[in-house]
């Protein structure tokens, strides 16, 4: 099993930033790729940024340029640096890990670890 723990969330007001971190522990030996995604009520759970183990990313387009995904020295703690932030970005933010293969290493699969998730309000 692998543990997933966030940091980070809180109230800004438009245009301030945040900077979210997710420790991972456990059996994290097979973990080769690792993101973050949000979610708001009655909407699907969407990515926000992913990194692998390589080194390689991907963002979604409504955070390009603005978010950052990027690893610790010991790779099993991922960071995502949100500047520019928008109402719109106000969603509960989950860190995301997982064994991925293929060009689509940056889709989520049914055996992923998941954290609790945490709270990003972006608000006058």
């Known amino acids: 099993q692998v543990q997933l723990v966030e940091t980070g969330g809180g109230l800004v007001q438009p245009g301030e930033s945040l900077r979210l971190s997710c420790a991972a522990s456990?059996?994290?030996?097979?973990?080769?790729?690792m993101g973050w995604y949000r979610q708001t009520p009655g909407k699907q759970r969407e990515l926000v940024a992913a990194?692998?183990?390589?080194?390689?990313?991907a963002y979604a387009a409504f955070v390009k340029g603005r978010f950052t995904i990027s690893t610790g020295n010991a790779k099993n703690t991922v960071y995502l640096q949100m500047n520019s932030l928008k109402p719109e970005d106000t969603a509960v933010y989950y860190c995301n890990a997982g064994e991925r293969k293929g060009v689509m290493w940056y889709e989520s699969s049914d055996g992923d670890y998941w954290g609790q998730g945490t709270q990003v309000t972006v608000q006058s």
């Open positions: 456990g059996s994290i030996v097979r973990i080769n790729a």
């Open positions: 990194i692998n183990s390589g080194g390689k990313t």
